[in-house]
Every structure is written in C-alpha cells, then in structure tokens.
C-alpha cells in the first residue's frame, strides 16, 4: 500500500513533500522531504488520516525525515496532529527517526498539559457547588487551625527561651512594618479624619452644633477608625509582603532547606513576622489616632471658625482613658490577624511565580476578613459590656 500526498516535484525540490508507505505488516513509514516551514504549503493529514482508517490493524508509526532540508514550527504543529490521530486510533507513535531538535520540542510540548476549555461540559447544579465550596472551606478552616497552633507552639518555645531566630531579622522587620510604615498611615489617617470633621460639620452646622465636631472624630479615631484604617493598611502593605516572602522562599526550595538543616521555619520565619507585628501594630494606632485628630482640627479651625485651643479642649473633654485603651486592644488583635494572615498564606503558597502573586492577593483577602468580623465581634462583645 502507498498513499502518497503533496510530494515534491523535481522543479519543485523546496516543497514539503509526505509519502505514507507501509512498514511492515501493521506499520506506517512516514516519509518527509524539502522544507518544511510555515511560508510555504504543508501537506495535510487527511491522507493519512485515511490510511489509518482503511482498515488495516496498523500499530505502529515511524518516520524518515532524512530528506528535510528546513523546519521550523510548521512541522511541529504537522506532527503534534499526526500524534493527536494516532492517539485517537491507540496507534504507537515512534519518534526515533524524527531531528533531535524536534524529539525534545514534542516532548516538551507533551509535558505542558493543554489548557481546560470546559467545552461542552454540563454546568453543575446549585447542590454540587455547595458542596464543593463546603469542602474548601472545612480544608482552609482546618489549615488555619493547624497554622494557628504551629504558632502557639513557636511562642511556646519563645517564652521558654528555645526559640531560633536571629535578633537582626527581628530588627529588620520592625523597621519594615514600623518607621517605614508611617508615610502611608499618616496619608490615610489624615485623610479619614478630616472627612469625617467634613461630614459632621454639614450635619452639626444645622443646629448650630459644629463644636461637637471634635467629639465625633475623636471618638471615632481613638474606639475605631484609627485600630481600622491602620490594620486595612497594614494587610494591604505588609499582609501581602510577607506573604510573597515566605511564598519566594517556597518556590526556591529554602523552606525545605530549613527543614533539611533541622530548623524550623515557625520559629525562624514566621515567629519574628509575627512577633514586628504585634509590637508595632498598637503604635501605629496610637499615631493613626493623633494624625486622624489632627486632620479633623484642620477642618474645625478652617470651615467651622473654631479656635484650635477651643477644639482640643473639646476633643480631650470627649475622650477618656478607655476609649484609647480600647482603640489600641483592637489594634494589637489585629496586628495579631494580619499577620496569620499573611505568614500562613506565604507557607501554603504553591511552587510557582504565579502561586505566589496568588497567595499575595489571598493574604491581603484573609486578613481584611479576619479584620471586619472581629471589629463585628468586638463591637458585640463591647456594647454589652457597656464600655
């Protein structure tokens, strides 16, 4: 049997040419020839589409590519269709006689798994997605508390003076999630105090009631928004950064490493992490709330034509003692979250470039959730207390 395609003429030495010829009693020879390259015509494959539907028990493919004088991708994309049909008729695909360069590109194409299209496929009912978000949850809720006891454990042996981790790690995250911090939080907290001194003032001019301006930003600041925008800051800056850390040191195998050399990551990556955070977390509220008063006397002296001696009196009138204490408790818990957050989403980062933007963007997600539903919760718990 010979099934013979485009073959090439002697005026037309250049032409890609393909004769399918048998090799034996199941086998096919496929034999190329001139250059093979996308400026010009490739054969196609439904020659041999038709011999190997001509109902012969062929088992085998081979190739004589000795007549190849130039390839390039065009001959790739021929052969990976001829693979795609032979495949489909559990026909052996032999690679031996292809170019060398040829062999490693098909291989390495083989070893990328084609993308999902989901064509055709029958969308899955409301009981099925439950479910499987029911899953995901129940795996991250239980991932979290196995973080979460890892580092208890870790604090354990900090307190018990076993702890391994280097001081000038310490001091350099402190520096990262303190000093170097307060450019942005000083830009925010300004802002969000002046906003709210400009919303009241509309409210409170009303009833000739613009003094009462300083009691609705102070108290603001120091029982809420202050600990707040601190911690949303710091989810979004530091959460996502140490995420991408620990998540780089993941794809470069140096967690592993540690692990190898019988030091454990809890202590030495996470545990100083951990420990910047809640060290610096309540300081930089107690600035938030300073900066946050600050920009609300801007809008009290400014607009309402209050004296700046008169406005802070008020505002030190309004706050007391415990609704600082109770700006800077949320604060530290929240310090405490944020970085939960962001170490344990670097420590489940995948092995690639792109899992790391992913734990990232899902640190900064855990954190500024953990954030609200405990400010839900403080608030809850605080009203009935009655502080």
Not at 200 to 224: D, P, S, T
Not at 297 to 306: E, F, H, K, S
Not at 320 to 340: C, H, N, Q, R, Y
Request: proline content about 4%; glycine content about 12%; charged content about 15%.
């Amino acid at each position: 049997m010979a099934v013979v395609g485009a073959t090439a003429t002697p005026s037309e030495k250049q032409a890609p040419g393909l004769e399918i010829n048998p090799a034996g009693s199941d086998s096919l020879l496929l034999k190329l020839s001139g250059t093979w390259t996308l400026g010009n015509t490739l054969p196609s494959t439904g020659d041999f589409e038709q011999a190997l539907g001509s109902g012969e028990s062929v088992r085998r493919i081979a190739f004589d590519t000795a007549g190849i004088t130039e390839w390039d991708s065009g001959l790739l994309t021929f052969l990976v269709k001829i693979e795609d049909q032979a495949r489909e008729h559990h026909v052996e695909v032999a690679p031996e006689g292809l170019p060398e360069g040829v062999r490693r590109l098909l291989a390495l194409a083989a070893a990328v798994p084609p993308k999902a299209t989901h064509k055709g496929e029958k969308p899955r009912n409301f009981l099925a997605l439950l479910g499987e978000q029911s899953l995901a949850f129940y795996d991250d809720a239980k991932a979290t508390v196995t973080f979460v006891g890892e580092s208890v454990q870790a604090f354990g042996a900090l307190f018990r003076g076993k702890a391994r981790f280097r001081g000038r790690d310490l001091a350099l995250v402190l520096q990262e999630v303190g000093p170097a911090a307060l450019p942005i939080v000083t830009l925010i907290s300004f802002l969000v105090g002046l906003i709210f001194a400009f919303i009241g003032a509309v409210q409170l001019a009303q009833f000739g009631a613009q003094i009462y301006v300083a009691n609705l930003v102070g108290l603001a600041m120091a029982r809420e928004m202050g600990a707040m925008m601190t911690a949303i800051i710091m989810a979004g800056r530091t959460g996502a950064a140490f995420a991408a850390q620990l998540g780089s040191m993941q794809v470069n195998e140096e967690i592993d490493a540690f692990k190898t050399l019988g030091i454990e990551p809890m202590e030495f990556l996470v545990l100083p992490r951990m420990l910047a955070l809640m060290l610096m977390m309540p300081l930089l509220t107690i600035y938030a709330n300073i900066v946050g008063i600050l920009g609300g006397a801007v809008v009290g002296v400014t607009m309402l034509d209050l004296g700046a001696t008169q406005y802070f009196n008020q505002t030190q009138a309004a706050l007391s003692t415990e609704d600082f204490a109770v700006g800077l408790f949320k604060g530290s818990v929240f310090g405490v979250l944020i970085a939960i957050a962001g170490c344990m989403r670097g420590m489940q980062s995948g092995r690639s470039s792109a899992a790391v933007g992913v734990a990232a963007t899902s640190a900064v997600v855990t954190g500024i959730v953990f954030i609200i539903v405990s400010d839900g919760i403080f608030a809850v718990v605080f009203n009935a207390l009655g502080i």
